[in-house]
C-alpha cells in the first residue's frame, strides 16, 4: 500500500564510460522488452507534469534503474551526428501505460520529451513484470550538459528518476575524429605588412567542410575586429585575407568549422609585442588629466616617474603605482618635459614622456643675482602656484630642508611670481633651491645647487637629483594633495 507522504528509494544505475568506445547505430529507434508492443511519440501532454497520488489499492510502482550513454550515427565517414541512447526499467502494476522521458539542456533552457507507451492489455499482462525501455532519438551536441528525467504514465508523485549528463567533448577520440564540430584543423599565416594584410589558410580541414576565419580582440572573450569570412567546402586550399589597421598584442585569428556549436581554433601571433600599447597615451589640458588607455589587456604596473638629468633613469613617483588590465588615469598632473609613465610587464619595462615634444606649455625656474640677494622667477604660460624649498645637501642622496617659502603669484604675462633670497642663505656649495609647481597632484622638483655669489657665479641646473633616496624624499612632499 502507498501512502501519499510515501517516498520510494531509487536505485541509479551509472557506469563510468571513461577509455569505452561510443557505440554507432544505423538507426536511431525505441524497444519496448520482448514481446511487448510499444509506441513513442513526442509529448505535447502537459497534464503529464503534474504528478498524482495512486490509489491506496494499488502496489507501488518502481522505477528501477536509469542508464545513459552517448551512441553515433554516422551517415558516411566524417558525416555523424551524436545521440542519447536512454534506458530504464520500471516494474509494471495495471495503470501504467508507460514512460515519459524528457532532456532539459542546460545550456540553452530548452527541454524535449518523448513518451514510450504500451497497450493496456499489454500492461495487464505485465502487472509485478518489469518493463525495460531503450530510447536513443534524442540528437545532442558536443560537450553538452544534460538534465535527465524520467517519469511514468500517468505520473505519480515522487516516482521518476533524474540525472545530469555531460556529453563527451571534442577530447574524446572518437567524437574528434567524426564530428564535424571538431574538426578545427590547423591555422597558418603569412603578415603582408606593405598591404596590411594577413593571409590565412586552414590544414588538415576534411574535403566538403565549409569553415569560418575572422580576426578578433582578445580580451575576457574575443571580440570582432573583422567580420568573419566563409571559406567555401568547393575551395578548401584557398588562403583568405585579412585586413588590419595594427598588429596589436590581443589581436588574434581565429577559425572554426561552419557548424553549430564548433570548436574554434585561435592563433595571437603578436601577444609578445607589447611596445605598441605605450603609445595609447592622452593628455587632457582642460582637466588636467593624463590616462593611458590600451586597446588590449595587459598585465604589469603603471607609475609616473621623472626623468634624470642624462636621460638614462626615470625614477618612480611614490604613491603612483598602478596595477594592470584596465584603464589608468592621474587627475592633476603637471605637463612638464620629464614626467613620464613607466609601464613595467614580464618583458620588461619601458618609458614614455608624453610632454617631451613640448606642445603643452609648460613652466621654467630661473635664479638672477641682485645685490645682496638672489631672486627666483617662475614663469608659466598658464596659471600655476610655486613654492621654493632651501635645502642642505650633506651628502649626493639627501638634501636636508632648511626653509619652506611660498611665491606670491604675480600678473603679468609669462610671470608667475618671484621670491628674494639673501645671499647668506644659499651662497653655499651644499644648499640647493627647489623649486615645485604646488596647485596640481603630479609634478617634478626642479633643483639648482652650487650656487656661487660673485660676478662670475656658476649656476648648476638639474631638473631632478641624482638617486632614487632625494627624489623619493621629494616625492612624498611634492605629491601630498593640499
Known sequence: MLSGNAIIFLTLVWGTREGQTILQIAECGFACSEGVSCKNKVNRNIFNSFCRQPPFSMAPPTLESLMLSTV???AHRESCALHLSVGASLVMEGSLRGLEICLLSLDTQETRCHSIRIPKVSSQKMVGKTLQVHFDCFEVSVAQHLYVTVKTIPYYCKVQISREYHVEDCTDADVARNIAACFAGRLQYNVDHVQKAIEVHFADIPRGQPYYVRLC??????????PPVLVNAEQPGKPVSLKYSQLLPCLCIEGWAAVP????????????DTRI???????????????WEPPCPVQGE???CGMSELGHQCWELSHTGRTVPGNVHYLQVDPQPWLCMKFTTLQGSWVKCPFADRKFPGWKMKIH????????FFISKTPARFQVRLC???NPS???VLKTISVTPQGGADATGHIDIPESEVCSPDICIQGWRTDVDYSIPVQMCDIRCNNSSKKKHRGLPNSPLSIHKWEGRVLASP
Open 369 to 376: 643675482q641682485l645685490p645682496d640677494k638672489l631672486r627666483a
Open 302 to 304: 603603471v607609475h609616473l
Open 398 to 400: 639627501h638634501c636636508h
Open 277 to 291: 600599447l605605450w603609445d595609447y597615451i592622452f593628455y587632457n589640458p582642460f582637466t588636467q588629466s593624463l590616462s
Open 72 to 74: 553515433m550515427k554516422c
Open 392 to 394: 642642505n645637501r650633506s
Open 217 to 226: 580582440l582578445k580580451w575576457f572573450a574575443c571580440e570582432d575586429y573583422s
Open 261 to 272: 556549436d564548433a570548436v574554434r581554433i585561435q592563433i595571437c601571433p603578436f601577444e609578445n
